[in-house]
T-cell receptor, first 113, second 110 residues
Framework: GNSVTQMEGPVTLSEEAFLTINCTYT??????LFWYVQYPGEGLQLLLK?????DKGSNKGFEATYRKETTSFHLEKGSVQVSDSAVYFC????????????FGSGTRLLVRP | DADVTQTPRNRITKTGKRIMLECSQT?????MYWYRQDPGLGLRLIYY???????NKGEISDGYSVSRQAQAKFSLSLESAIPNQTALYFC?????????FGSGTRLTVV
């Protein structure tokens, strides 16, 4: 079945460090891919998305490229800030799923000053 | 007001008690969902509804029931709560452009 695998956390970085959070997926057909962010005590917010191969989603300095050949959608940011500390979820949906989202297990990011 | 409102925000209940979690939305979306979040497991789908007359089970529906009272309201019930239902519960809505999540209900069953 369709699934999403994320790297385990927590990921601890110093401010201004480079961030990569790995995400790979298994899906039939052509899924749409998402990154959601959950700040402490809050719900999930859409961070970025990509709907077809080679698309690059970007928002707030974060980027992820839909790589069909490696079935990956890794999240990157060139210079993290303390305010980026949160839990990040990779997710997918596909056309015949009735738009249900399947989530990865989440990766906690802690950025230290 | 938030687009998706969940009540209560926090709840502690005893094993065997019936409890209802409520969700209301102002997005005007037909699709609504209940997810459960457990540490290290991400979010898992409990139930979803595409309109008032369309209710579907998700991957972990056992021990839960739902009611879609109106387009804007979708409640989740635990008929007889058990400790392994302790989790963070999220309601969400969606349209073709994406999902909107509520802030969650933290439920503890003791």
């Amino acid at each position: 079945g369709n699934s999403v695998t994320q790297m385990e956390g927590p990921v601890t970085l110093s401010e201004e460090a480079f961030l990569t959070i790995n995400c790979t997926y298994t899906a039939t057909g052509y899924p749409s891919l998402f990154w959601y962010v959950q700040y402490p005590g809050e719900g999930l917010q859409l961070l970025l998305k990509a709907t077809k191969a080679d698309d690059k989603g970007s928002n707030k300095g974060f980027e992820a490229t839909y790589r069909k050949e490696t079935t990956s959608f890794h999240l990157e940011k060139g210079s993290v800030q303390v305010s980026d500390s949160a839990v990040y979820f990779c997710a997918l949906t596909w056309m015949d799923s009735s738009y249900k989202l399947i989530f990865g297990s989440g990766t906690r990011l802690l950025v230290r000053p | 007001d938030a687009d998706v409102t969940q009540t209560p925000r926090n709840r502690i209940t005893k094993t065997g008690k019936r409890i209802m979690l409520e969700c209301s939305q102002t997005k005007g979306h037909d699709r609504m969902y209940w997810y459960r979040q457990d540490p290290g497991l991400g979010l898992r789908l409990i139930y979803y509804s595409f309109d008032v007359k369309d209710i579907n089970k998700g991957e972990i529906s056992d021990g839960y029931s739902v009611s879609r009272q109106a387009q804007a309201k979708f409640s989740l019930s635990l008929e007889s709560a058990i400790p392994n239902q302790t989790a963070l519960y999220f309601c969400a809505t969606s349209d073709r452009w994406g999902y909107t999540f509520g802030s969650g209900t933290r439920l503890t069953v003791v």
